[in-house]
């Protein structure tokens, strides 16, 4: 049951307070370190604030609720805002909680949220090996520590509130040991789903996310569209394929067929889908760039005959037999990604490897491939060129701080090597700082040193490679700097991911401009296939959400502009 209008505007001016304290909080540690902070209009404020009332609202009873706002929009506040406001009863009949648990992808994501939940005045408390937690109002875990020991909860699940973070990446799958243990807790619970990118999953992955507490026929309706969008793809993956023999005439009517049928299925499932997920605004409501696409990449080229050498050292695990245990076989899905990476160290350290120089017949081959490849990184051709890319940039007629990601801890050391060996043959020490944090307290202390300010003559620039453990739930755009992903993610969520370190709420969405995004790609015909199937699953996940879908889920909020 809502509030009057009288009543509700009392609990929006609490959250409206509540995000003020929070803003005003991390203005000033911004001032003190120097970063550069636009402070949110008030309009963008009173979206916040109007969101955590609506969330807490749709919680007052049992349930799930996916918040699937833009990364980088502010979702972890409005996750603590609404909170807090059901934990003092001010969300409707039945609202006030017992309990709040909050999990966590990972430590310094649990550490954050911890954090956070105390600007708010949340009596929060990271649950240590061991303990239950019984005091606190608001526990913190990690997938992890539900692995071993429940925390202290109410025997009535009702009372329960539990905050998923990151769930497109931990629930998506039900015979996943991190679904099992989430589900151990939130079955009869209230269930809030935090992530940026639910229509990214599969329409499995989906229904697992809302079906978590144990209503295995919440999904039924969103089911039935996701099978027919699934149809429609097909089709159309038929019509787009030169090697199809049917009559394309009769495929295009199937194709108009299955089109009508999953806008029947959109329409039949509309009601599910504002029940169970929080509508999107418009970006530019919060002052939000537009999204750009993934630019294209920027061609390396190479020589024939290294070329030749990294294409066998690509499908070389595919004329490798298979061992005997599951573990060993070098198809398993490990050694095969690390044969995907770019860097020669990668490659080297892979079970791949280790099962070719254990075959007589492939030991001379892999020595010519180690030949040909070369060992130092700036014989990798894209090492040599990323470094130079990131150098170009940070030097002083530029002075731009610069992001690289990369997916493996190898690649990471081998930009590192390269780039500082690059400064160095250009006399650029103390000009140009290399960063390579391992985790997130090491990015944060590279943060304080610099990197989310301008860049001067009293602040060089720093180039930061960082893998994807560092693509979510961190800040790292207060230099607005230039982006180089030098390893592509098969998944388009990973881009959305990486692109939202830099796209964020505390600096007013300073995000870089297109041409300051950069894609290195070996011109060899496998890294161009990698490139092509990300981008086409970008395009797939559009086509996932159509325009129609897109309008519902972007429904406009009550203007809370005006709130005092």
């Known amino acids: 049951m809502k509030k009057t209008t009288a009543g509700r505007q009392r609990i929006l001016a609490k959250a409206l307070r509540s995000i003020d304290e929070y803003t005003g909080l991390e203005q000033r540690e911004a001032q003190q370190s120097g970063r550069h902070f636009t402070r949110l209009s008030r309009r963008a404020l009173g979206i916040q604030a109007n969101r955590a009332v609506c969330c807490a609202e749709r919680l007052a009873e049992p349930g799930v609720l996916v918040l699937n706002d833009p990364v980088g929009s502010g979702k972890t506040l409005v996750a603590l805002v609404a909170a807090r406001l059901l934990l003092g009863g001010h969300a409707g009949a039945g609202s006030r909680l017992k309990k709040i648990v909050i999990v ?97 999953l599969t329409s499995n992955g989906l229904e697992n996310l809302l079906e978590i507490d144990g209503d295995g026929a919440r999904a039924d309706l969103i089911r039935e569209y996701g099978r027919a969008v699934r149809d429609w793809l097909l089709i159309q993956h038929r019509l787009g ?89 070098p198809r398993n899905s490990d050694a095969y990604m690390r044969m995907l990476n770019s860097s020669f160290g990668a490659w080297a350290d892979s079970a791949v490897v280790q099962h070719a120089q254990r075959a007589s017949r492939t030991k001379e081959l892999t020595a010519q491939l180690k030949d040909s490849l070369g060992a130092e990184p700036l014989k990798h051709p894209k090492v040599a060129f990323t470094a130079n890319l990131a150098v170009k940039n940070a030097r002083p007629n530029k002075r731009r701080h610069v992001l690289i990601f990369s997916v493996y801890k190898e690649t990471q050391n ?40 301008t860049p001067s003559k009293d602040n060089p620039p720093i180039v930061m490679i960082v893998r994807d453990n560092l693509s979510e739930s961190i800040d790292l755009d207060g230099g607005t700097p230039v982006v180089i992903h030098h390893d592509l993610s098969w998944s388009p969520v990973r881009w959305t991911q990486r692109m939202g370190r830099v796209i964020r709420a505390s600096t007013a969405f300073q995000g870089p401009e297109a041409k300051d995004v950069h894609i290195p790609l070996l011109a060899t015909d496998i890294d161009e296939r990698m490139y092509g199937t990300l981008r086409g699953r970008d395009d797939l996940t559009r086509l996932v959400v159509p325009d129609d879908l897109r309008r519902l889920l972007e429904e406009t909020l009550p203007d809370m502009a005006d709130i005092d």
Request: proline share 7%; charged share 30%.
């Open 414 to 453: 081998d930009l590192e090597k390269a780039i500082n060996e690059l400064v160095a043959s250009k006399g650029l020490d103390g000009k140009v700082r290399v960063a390579k944090p391992e985790n997130l307290s090491s990015a944060r202390k590279w943060l304080k040193k610099g990197f989310n300010r």
């Open 241 to 329: 394929d030169p090697r199809e023999t049917e009559d394309m005439t009769r495929l295009e009517a199937q194709s108009q067929r299955a089109r009508k049928e999953m806008i029947r299925r959109l329409r039949e499932a509309r009601p599910d889908l504002l029940r169970y997920f929080m509508p999107r605004y418009p970006r530019s409501m919060m002052g939000m760039p537009k999204p750009f696409e993934i630019p294209e990449p920027a061609a390396v080229d190479i020589d024939a005959d290294w070329a030749q050498a990294y294409h066998v050292a690509r499908i070389l695990p595919e004329f490798l037999p298979a061992g005997r245990r599951e573990e060993t076989s």
């Open 104 to 200: 966590a992808p990972s430590r310094q994501v649990a550490d954050l949220w911890v954090c956070r939940a105390r600007t708010v005045g949340l009596n929060v408390h990271r649950l240590k090996p061991g303990e239950r937690g019984t005091r606190y109002d608001v526990l913190v875990v990690t997938f992890g520590q539900l692995s071993h020991r429940l925390p202290d909860l109410p025997k009535n699940r009702d009372g329960l509130l539990v905050i998923v973070d990151e769930a497109h990446r931990s629930l998506h799958n039900q015979e996943t040991q991190g679904h099992k243990n989430v589900r151990r807790i939130t079955e009869g619970a209230r269930v809030l789903l935090v992530t940026a990118t639910p229509f990214q």
